[in-house]
């Protein structure tokens, strides 16, 4: 069986080393903040070209962090792509804002940028999240950046599936005045449980960030803000900090397979590649298929005991949870059918060749 993802292919002696950190830090009861918290943050700004990385409980808490850094509350209109995560979705409602979607393309599979535009004509929005789906980011990034900084609307970029991402050569975080980013274990740089950190280069939002994940403590008994406990704990920080002197590793190995399928895949069925001035981490292989090809390549993929994942299935202004609190759906109405159609392969960091040559196989044989 080929898994669509399988967390479990450490690098030698690494779980040697986890194991023995765990002891440490046990014996010294370093559970809560101290020197793999600072550690951590610290080589998050540096390999990201930000000035600030704050790290958090987990990338939910990331993007509400955000939000309410961002001064985004009650009654506040907030634009986001209709196909993401449902956690995009529920952090706009839980900062008291109200969320309003905007369809995807079909090229890139982000938030279509004219669709945006005018749904930010028509509302006059306080905030807008963008989200870095699938391992790259939108053909019109610098679009988005520009129009929202000419139209004073604060741009908090999503990038749960973004890390190691590079956008024109540079860190897709770099030039984001507020930017998330999730660890949780499948992501491609993952924690060993629930984890999450936002950047940016300003300061005064930083001390913001900081004080609200930690109770909006100005000291240990006195409190600036009404804030909530999101502290990363330190063992998450310690194993993130093992895992940062693999990272190179792991991406070269998600980007390698990602353009091996990309390459074997051509001509077969219609992948979907980054657009131009991206270098992809490699985090998913996504291809589109008519939705009844979907399904019965699903059904083919089961019985050769291939894994495979669907992200995802279904748009936000489509869940029932939304119904209460969505302020209204813009676009070209093509959400529903990317939804319908996309499909993801097995790809994670050191895929064999053996194994993609297996998937690649199938997914040709079916099509034959």
């Known amino acids: 069986m080929i ?5 479990k292919r450490f690098e030698p002696g690494f779980l040697d080393e986890w194991n023995n950190k765990i002891a440490e830090m046990s014996a010294n009861a370093a559970f809560i903040g101290g020197p793999e918290i600072a550690s951590f943050e610290a080589e998050l700004a540096k390999r990201n070209d930000v000035k600030y990385a704050v790290s958090c409980a987990n990338g939910t808490d990331a993007i509400q962090l955000a939000l309410r850094a961002a001064g985004v509350g009650r009654g506040d209109k907030v634009l986001l792509p209709n196909s993401t ?5 529920e952090s706009v409602v839980n900062v008291g804002a109200d969320p309003y ?9 982000q938030m279509d940028y004219d669709s945006f535009v005018k749904a930010a004509e028509e509302i006059k929005p306080k905030a807008a999240l963008i ?6 980011g939108s053909a019109r990034l610098n679009d988005f950046r520009r129009f929202c900084s000419d139209k004073n609307i604060m741009l908090i970029e999503d990038g749960a599936q973004a890390y190691g991402v ?5 860190s897709i975080y770099k030039n984001a005045f507020i930017s998330t980013v999730s660890f949780y274990p ?3 740089l993952g924690a060993a449980g629930d984890a999450g950190a936002v950047f940016t280069n300003d300061k005064d939002m930083a001390d913001k960030i900081r004080m609200l994940s930690n109770h909006g403590r100005t000291s240990h008994y006195e409190y600036g803000l009404v804030g909530w406990n999101s502290r990363m704990d330190s063992f998450q920080a310690a194993f993130l900090n093992i895992c940062m002197k693999h990272i ?12 091996k399928y990309a390459a074997k895949l051509a001509g077969k069925v219609n992948v979907i590649n980054p657009p131009e001035g991206y270098e992809q981490n490699g985090y998913c292989n996504v291809i589109l298929l008519e939705p009844e090809t979907r399904t019965k390549l699903i059904d083919f993929l089961k019985e050769k005991q ?9 748009a936000m202004s489509d869940q029932s949870g939304a119904k209460e609190f969505i302020g209204g759906n813009f676009g070209n109405g093509r959400t529903g059918h990317v939804c319908n159609s996309v499909l993801s392969l097995p790809l994670f960091a050191y895929i064999t060749d053996e194994e993609i040559d297996k998937v690649v196989s199938a997914v040709s044989e079916f099509f034959s």
């Open 3 to 7: 898994p669509f993802i399988d967390i």
């Open 85 to 89: 995560f449902w956690a995009t979705f």
């Open 101 to 109: 979607t905007v369809d995807v393309n079909e090229t890139d599979l």
């Open 131 to 136: 989200v870095h789906l699938y391992g790259w």
């Open 166 to 170: 590079k956008y024109k050569g540079e």
């Open 186 to 188: 499948a992501k491609v």
């Open 248 to 259: 190179d590793k792991r991406l070269e190995s998600r980007r390698s397979a990602a353009e």
């Open 306 to 314: 291939i894994g495979f994942g669907i992200i995802y299935p279904g």
